[in-house]
């Protein structure tokens, strides 16, 4: 994740020492923001731009974390609608309007909870049905998004009060897709490419006509 110059990586080696939430400048050497469960596996990041706080979804402990930009961790949440069902639980995090949304990859949801208030990780169901979501992003209309069906080869869009539609597939270059950014008209979609070999392995279709 990059806020200017400055990112954020999310790493996970099962050693206490190493991971945890790093940072560092362009130019720079790396350091240790805050330091996460050994046992974990830290794997979605967003960012509040409101307040700085990063969440970091573990999709082992099917918990959602708060790091301050000073590099406090809080549990922001442990809803048992993050749990895996015994592989993945809860995967990707994007920071919208004031809540923040994941995907739960064991149980093909999109969820969403206020970032504060009363119920502030608490999270409740946006789409459901979505077998294997890791990674998503907004399209710009409400709540839809594209999201990366990853064990089924596919990208769809789902959300936003509409029927669940796929928009790629392995005939379209698509393996493991993992990740999904929506930017300046486009989506950018990396492609593991374990059948099609194809080179790069980056899928970009434009918005608008099959979305």
């Known amino acids: 994740m ?5 990112f954020y990586v999310l790493y996970a080696t099962g050693s206490a020492k190493e991971t945890g939430v790093w940072t560092f400048t362009e130019g720079r050497t ?19 731009s409101r307040t700085g706080t990063l969440y970091v979804t573990d999709s082992a402990q099917g918990a959602v974390y708060a ?14 609608a993050l749990a895996s069902t015994g592989f993945f639980g809860v995967n ?30 608490v999270f409740t169901t946006v789409a ?12 710009g209309h409400g709540e839809q998004v594209l999201a990366s069906l990853v064990t089924e080869n596919k990208v769809v869009l789902a959300g936003g009060g509409r029927p669940t539609t ?9 393996s493991n897709p993992t990740s999904v950014l929506v930017h300046g008209g486009h989506a950018y979609v990396p492609s593991a490419a374990y059948t ?16």
């Open 92 to 121: 990707g995090a994007k920071v919208r309007d004031g809540h923040l949304y994941v995907s739960n990859l064991d149980r093909g949801t999109l969820l969403r909870a206020p970032l504060s208030g009363r119920r502030s990780g």
């Open 196 to 211: 099609t070999q194809k080179d790069p392995n980056l899928l970009v279709a434009r918005l608008g006509g099959r979305f």
């Open 30 to 48: 790396p350091r240790k923001l805050a330091d996460l469960p050994a046992d974990g596996l830290p794997n979605g990041l967003a960012r509040d």
């Open 67 to 80: 790091v301050t930009a000073r590099g406090r961790v809080e549990v922001f949440s442990t809803d048992a």
């Open 166 to 174: 796929t928009v790629l597939t392995p005939a379209d270059g698509l």
């Open 128 to 139: 459901s049905g979505l077998a294997g979501i890791d990674d998503f992003d907004f399209t």
């Open 2 to 6: 990059r806020d200017g110059r400055t």
